[in-house]
């Protein structure tokens, strides 16, 4: 079957630095994609890995290693309106987009 | 401003009574889609139509039905909802399915709630 694996919560304060990882296992891979949704709100994009490496965008980076079926995203400076929830999505060989619970984020001052 | 709206933003409907979900977007996309999602939960993909062409997952239950009558347009219907269909329901488009760099754009969501 298909899966996608992220940590359910972390807690970090503001100010600092976060990594929320994700592990994936799809039939075929054509991208993985980040989205943020804060509760009870639409999940919104952050970011799209299709190559292995670091992709920067502000205060976000996300990384992807194909063949470890990995990936993370990196969020720096953490403001308290970065609390929400981070879902891992990756698209398969059938470009279905195959999701993650989500990993939520908590941050205190 | 391009964008995907969803209307009602709260629903609320009686155990068994027919209810009808709206989504439109500006944003000509070819693709749209319907997710379902409950709390702390991964969204769910219902179905999606590339342009006309209606897609259904497998494990969709045959409760759930949707149309799609023009670009702009597409309705999710639930013909006798139960209490577990109680969810947040979510619309999203895409430009298209065969890149896989297009993200997918959501609305804002309907909170449905069975009593």
């Known amino acids: 079957g298909q899966n996608i694996d992220q940590p359910t919560e972390m807690t970090a304060t503001e100010g600092a630095i976060v990594q929320i990882n994700c592990t994936y296992q799809?039939?075929?891979?054509?991208?993985l994609f980040w989205y943020q949704q804060h509760a009870g709100e639409a999940p919104t994009f952050l970011s799209y890995?299709?190559l292995d490496g670091l992709e920067e965008k502000g205060r976000f980076s996300s990384f992807l290693s194909r063949s470890k079926g990995y990936s993370y995203l990196l969020l720096k400076e953490l403001q308290m309106k970065d609390s929400a929830s981070y879902l891992c999505?990756?698209?398969?060989?059938?470009?279905?987009?195959?999701w993650g619970a989500g990993t939520k984020l908590i941050i205190k001052p | 401003d391009a964008m995907v709206i969803q209307n009602p933003r709260y629903q609320v409907t009686q155990f068994g009574k027919p209810v009808t979900l709206s989504c439109s977007q500006t944003?000509?996309?070819?693709?749209m889609y319907w997710y379902q999602q409950k709390s702390s939960q991964a969204p769910k993909l219902l179905f999606h139509?590339?342009?006309?062409?209606?897609?259904n997952e497998a494990d969709t239950p045959d409760n759930f039905q949707s149309r799609r009558p023009n670009t702009s347009f597409c309705f999710l219907d639930i013909r006798s909802p139960g209490l577990g269909d109680a969810a947040m329901y979510l619309c999203?488009?895409?430009?298209?399915?065969?890149?896989?760099?297009?993200?997918?754009?959501f609305g804002p969501g309907t909170r449905l709630t069975v009593t």
């Open positions: 890995n299709v």
């Open positions: 999203a488009t895409s430009r298209d399915v065969g890149d896989s760099s297009y993200e997918q754009y």
């Open positions: 799809t039939s075929g891979f054509n991208g």
């Open positions: 139509y590339y342009d006309k062409d209606f897609n």
């Open positions: 944003l000509n996309h070819n693709v």
């Open positions: 999505a990756v698209r398969d060989s059938n470009y279905q987009l195959i």
